[in-house]
């Protein structure tokens, strides 16, 4: 069965650090792009960041730019995201995502595969 | 990296046909065919309803169809049922390898 987990969200105090994680299962993970994507409940997605198959190129929201980082472990079928100088506005659940792989080489910018989700809250 | 932007709710009968639209700018909709549509339903993961603007992934039901005109894309569901009632979300490529999704638009089916 193709499936993602994700793990590691729970309760942090604003400016601190987070990292979640995401086991992939059933499909190439070295062959997909992989993003992470966040709703705060009752609203919204919101796109965070995505990292290329072989983990050397990654992009970010603006939201998150300089505070966020992407990686990869294509050995261990596992995404993470590095989450740094947390605040207030960053708490949400955080869903890890695969691309849909239609032609190789070129993106289609959706997702086809998502995980259950993991709870980050930032509070004092 | 603006919001596009997508009506609060819809609503319809069932077997009517309903229209989400998913209004963008030059930056993202307007320029780029990589828009996709989710359904969301309560305490779900979000589901890949469209692709690509108007294609269908494998799976899913052709009741469910995408288009796109200038800066607006749409999904257009005909023959509504009651599982349909969910929240669906646009997304679109907005250039500099990063994505931008829509507001929701909240789908009850009367």
């Known amino acids: 069965e193709v499936q993602l987990v994700e793990s590691g969200g729970g309760l942090v105090q604003p400016g601190g650090s987070l990292r979640l994680s995401c086991a992939a299962s059933?499909?190439?993970?070295?062959?997909?792009?992989m993003h992470w994507v966040r709703q705060v409940p009752g609203k919204g997605l919101v796109w965070v960041s995505r990292?290329?198959?072989?983990?050397?190129?990654?992009s970010y929201a603006d939201s998150v730019k300089g505070r966020f980082t992407i990686s990869r472990d294509n050995a261990k079928n596992t995404l993470y995201l590095q989450m740094n100088s947390l605040r207030a506005e960053d708490t949400a659940v955080y869903y890890c995502?695969?691309?849909?792989?239609?032609?190789?080489?070129?993106?289609?910018?959706?997702?086809?595969?998502w995980g259950q989700g993991t709870v980050v809250t930032v509070s004092s | 990296q603006s919001a596009l932007t997508q009506p609060a709710s819809v609503s319809g009968s069932p077997g009517q046909s309903i229209t989400i639209s998913c209004t963008g700018t030059?930056?993202?909709?307007?320029?780029?065919?990589?828009v996709s549509w989710y359904q969301q339903h309560p305490g779900k993961a979000p589901k890949l309803m469209i692709y690509?603007?108007?294609k269908r992934p494998s799976g899913v039901s052709n009741r469910f169809s995408g288009s796109k005109s200038d800066y607006t894309a749409s999904l257009t569901i005909s023959g509504l049922q009651a599982e349909d009632e969910a929240d669906y979300y646009c997304?679109?490529?907005?250039?500099?390898?990063?994505?931008?999704f829509g507001g929701g638009t909240k789908l009850t089916v009367l």
């Open positions: 690509e603007v108007s």
């Open positions: 990292i290329k198959r072989d983990g050397g190129w990654e």
């Open positions: 995502a695969r691309e849909l792989n239609v032609i190789v080489g070129t993106n289609t910018d959706a997702f086809d595969i």
């Open positions: 997304c679109s490529y907005a250039g500099s390898a990063t994505l931008v």
């Open positions: 059933g499909f190439t993970f070295s062959s997909y792009w």
């Open positions: 030059s930056s993202d909709v307007g320029t780029y065919n990589l």
